[in-house]
């Protein structure tokens, strides 16, 4: 079983950045795919970034350049960062495990966290 806390999200301007954390439990944390996605109102969630243990990264295309994942497997934490923020990026930003390999797919990750919020304003 693996547990998932997001924090970091608030308001910012457009053009701003922000840090996502994401805090896992649970041992088998290292050895698992994690992922960010996010939700907008009235949208699907969608895929943004993925991060595997053997040190590869995924982007979707709207934040490649914008975002970037990392990952401390010591301290269980997996980050996003978020820069030039746009007011389309506004929405409820969640991470992700799963116990196979990378995926961009909602449906194959097996753990969520609640999400945190991420509101751009123009």
């Known amino acids: 079983q693996v547990q998932l806390v997001e924090s970091g999200g608030g308001g910012v301007q457009a053009g701003g950045s922000l840090r996502l954390t994401c805090r896992g439990s649970g041992r088998t944390f290292s050895s698992n795919t994690l992922g960010w996605f996010r939700q907008a109102p009235g949208k699907e969630r969608e895929f943004i970034a993925a991060f595997t243990y053997s040190g590869g990264t995924s982007y979707a295309a709207s934040v490649e350049g914008r975002f970037t994942i990392s990952r401390n497997n010591a301290q269980n934490t997996v980050y996003l960062e978020m820069h030039y923020l746009k007011p389309e990026d506004t929405a409820v930003y969640s991470c992700?495990?799963?116990?196979?390999?990378?995926?961009?797919?909602?449906?194959?990750?097996?753990?969520w966290g609640q999400g945190t919020q991420v509101t751009v304003s123009s």
């Open positions: 992700a495990a799963r116990r196979g390999g990378s995926s961009r797919q909602v449906r194959d990750y097996d753990y």
